[in-house]
């Protein structure tokens, strides 16, 4: 059994990038982030889908778990084009517990 977690850092973002298989309300909310001036707003969701269930920040899953992750900005209109770094990273802790393998 493993657990993740979708960490997110405040930066500067300057592209739109879109995800075809998830939707914007479909994803949890995780942070709102602005530029350097306080004037332009990103908002960014994402999540962890196990077997098609709902987009979480943090699930547990098992290794033979279908597992999707997704994640979506919502940026100024007048940034959209424009090439921006992005960095985004998952934690996984790894448990020694065994599961109930019984039929």
Do not use: R
Not at 48 to 73: F, H, K, R, W
């Amino acid at each position: 059994m493993k657990t993740f977690s979708i960490y997110t850092y405040l930066f500067l973002s300057y592209l739109l990038i879109a995800l075809p298989n998830a939707q914007a309300s479909d994803l949890p909310n995780l942070l709102t982030a602005t530029d350097i001036d306080g004037e332009i707003e990103t908002e960014i969701a994402g999540g962890i889908s196990v077997n098609q269930s709902p987009y979480q920040p943090q699930v547990t899953q098992y290794l033979c778990d279908e597992v999707t992750v997704a994640g979506e900005m919502t940026i100024d209109p007048t940034h959209v084009g424009k090439t921006a770094d992005i960095f985004v990273w998952a934690e996984a802790t790894f448990s020694t517990a065994i599961p109930n393998t019984e039929v």
